[in-house]
C-alpha cells in the first residue's frame, strides 16, 4: 500500500517543476479557450486568473517540499 501511496506524493523540486508544467500547459490552453468564448477584456481576464493560480499553486507545493525536507519524518 506503501508504494501505491508513494505513487501520490510529491517528495521532490523536481516532481512539482513537472506538475507545474503540466497544469502551465492545461490553464494556458484553457485560457485561449476562454478568450475565444468571451472575446475582449472578460477573456483576458479569465486566461490572466488560470495561469496566474498555476504560479499560485507552484509556490505552494514548493514550501511544502521544503518543508517536509527539513521538518518530515521520512
Given amino acids: 500500500m506503501k508504494r501505491i501511496l508513494r505513487l501520490f506524493t510529491i517528495k521532490t523540486k523536481l516532481e512539482v517543476f513537472m506538475i507545474t508544467y503540466a497544469l502551465g500547459l492545461g490553464a494556458v490552453k484553457r485560457g485561449q479557450e476562454y478568450m475565444v468564448q468571451y472575446p475582449g477584456n472578460i477573456g483576458k481576464m479569465f486566461f490572466i ?7 499560485i499553486a507552484a509556490a505552494k507545493m514548493l514550501q511544502a517540499v521544503e518543508f517536509d525536507a527539513a521538518f518530515g519524518e521520512d
Fill in 49 to 55: 486568473l488560470y495561469t496566474g493560480a498555476v504560479f
